[in-house]
Nanobody
């Protein structure tokens, strides 16, 4: 089992910045990849970014490229999402997720790929 706890959400103005953190505990040695997803009210959950634990290889959704940066600190078993130039349309609950199955053929940005999820943290961007 892997437990994930997000923090760092809040209210920020249009153009502002926030950094989300996701601390992993439990069988962290089994983590292959971690991702951030978000879900706005009335919308489906969508991918934001993902990072491979071994080499920090990253992938981003087009909507956040150039504004968001995902990173990880292996020693702290923590993944971060630095969000700059925030827009009102970034308002959502942000979830981190962990993938422990190296053999899956599901895409890196598919939610079904991920085995463990945090409880989510609210990010609200005011205009």
């Amino acid at each position: 089992q892997v437990k994930l706890v997000e923090s760092g959400g809040g209210l920020v103005q249009d153009g502002g910045s926030l950094r989300l953190s996701c601390a992993a505990s439990g069988r962290t040695f089994s983590i292959y990849r971690m991702g951030w997803f978000r879900q706005a009210t009335g919308k489906e959950r969508e991918p934001v970014a993902a990072i491979r634990w071994s080499d920090s290889s990253t992938v981003y959704a087009d909507s956040v490229k150039g504004r968001f940066t995902i990173s990880r600190d292996n020693a702290k078993n923590t993944v971060y999402l630095q969000m700059n130039s925030l827009k009102p349309e970034d308002t959502a609950v942000y979830y981190c997720a962990a993938d422990v199955d190296r053999t899956t053929r599901l895409g890196v940005m598919e939610a079904r790929r991920y085995d463990y999820w945090g409880q989510g943290t609210q990010v609200t961007v005011s205009s």
